[in-house]
């Protein structure tokens, strides 16, 4: 049996989680294959469907990944994607979805190594709580 191989989608705020992912590289930090980066301007630009839409889409786990606090181009994009991801996490329990499967991180474009932390402990939290139960059912 092969191992489980999770799909996390990764929304990277451009200034700050896309240059630390792109440091990583540049490192040539491994992180693993499971995480799906998507360059938005913000985090503030990523609002509860987004994220729903991705888990109904089959994604495993879900990062929304922003500038530190305080360090936002947009002034406070990274504390309005904090609150809608709380609100997320409520949602993904009413769907009987576990709220571990999505979490918001903060960090600097400077930081490839910490992209590449989050990426793996996300993985292995992913890989505890197996398949996103929803991409099973659109498999029957
Ligand atoms: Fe990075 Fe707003 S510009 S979170």
New binding site residues.
Partial sequence: MTEFEPIIVTFA????AYGAADLAGVMRLQYPASIRVVKI????RIDVHHILTAFEKGADGVIVA??RIGD???ES??VK?TKRVQYAKKLLEEIGLDKERLEMYYMSSAEGARFAEVAAEMTERIKKLGPNPLRKEAQK
């Fill in positions: 705020c451009h200034y700050c301007p913000c985090t503030g922003g500038c936002c181009h947009f994009g990274n994607a």
